[in-house]
C-alpha cells in the first residue's frame, strides 16, 4: 500500500487509486463497527474473511449475468474494482423480519416475510441512514425512477443468488445490504452492484438453531466474530479456517 493515493476511507473499507483509470483498488480493513460506530473493535482476521467472501459473492454474480464492479483479488486483503459513481442509497432487501424492521413494525423477529421486501436508506451516517420512500429518491435526485426500477431488480436477482447459496450450506439468509454505482460504456450508462457482500452486510442465521454468523454477534455481544465469519467461509468452501489468523478481537477506547 505504500506511496498509493488514498482515496477515500470509510468504517470496514480504503480505496486506492488503482493501477489503470477507471479503477479503484479496495482494501479490507480489520475494524467492526455498529450503531454507527458507537461501538467498535479491531477483529483480527476479519478483512482477509470479508475480502475473500465479497470476492465469491461477487464472482458468482458475475457468472450469472449480474454486472458488479469486481474485477480479481489482488491479495488476502486487496481486490481491484471499476470506478462507479454510488448512488447515495443503500438497497436492503429482507426476507424474514428483523434488526430495525422488526423493531420499526412491532414483528416478531424471525417471522417469514410473504415476500421480499426491498427498502431505500439514504446514505448519510449523521442522520442514521434514515429510511426513506421512492417519493423522496425523487423528488432530492438521487436516483430516477428508471434506476429505482433497475435497482429493485437487481436487489431481488441478488436476493435469488444468495438465498439459493446459502440454503445449500444450511444458512437462512434473512436481508442484506448492497449499494449501487452508475458506470458508463461511451454514452450509455448502466447500474452496478458496488461496495461489498459479506457477513457484515447480511443478516445470516442458521438454519437448525438459529445462531447468528453475522455482525450481530458483534453488535449484540453474542461470541466471537471472527469465528462466525469463519463458519461462513467454511461451509461456502471459501478459505480454509486456518487463513483466518489470530481472530482474538482488541477493543479500541
Known sequence: MARRKKVYEGKAKVLYEGPEPGTFVQYFKDDATAFNAEKRATIEGKGVLNNRLSEFFMTGLNSIGVPTHFIKRINMREQLIRAVEIIPLEVVVRNVAAGSLAKRLGIEEGTPLPRPIVEFYFKDDALGDPLV?????????????????????????????????????????????????????????????????????????????????????????????????????????????????????????
Open 133 to 253: 420512500a421512492e417519493e423522496h429518491i425523487l423528488a432530492f435526485g438521487w436516483a430516477t425512477q428508471q434506476d429505482l426500477d433497475d435497482m429493485v431488480s437487481l436487489g431481488l436477482r441478488v436476493n435469488d443468488f444468495l438465498s439459493g447459496l446459502f440454503l445449500g450450506v444450511g444458512i437462512k439468509l434473512v436481508d442484506f445490504k448492497i449499494e449501487i454505482g452508475r458506470i458508463w460504456d461511451g454514452d450509455y450508462m448502466r447500474l452496478i452492484v458496488a461496495d461489498e457482500i459479506s457477513p457484515d452486510s447480511c443478516r445470516l442465521w442458521d438454519i437448525e438453531t438459529g445462531q447468528k454468523l453475522d455482525k450481530d454477534v458483534f453488535r449484540r455481544d453474542l461470541g466471537n466474530l471472527a469465528d462466525a465469519y469463519t463458519e461462513v467461509a467454511r461451509r461456502l468452501g471459501v478459505m480454509p479456517q486456518r487463513e483466518a489468523g489470530p481472530t482474538k478481537p482488541t477493543l479500541i477506547n
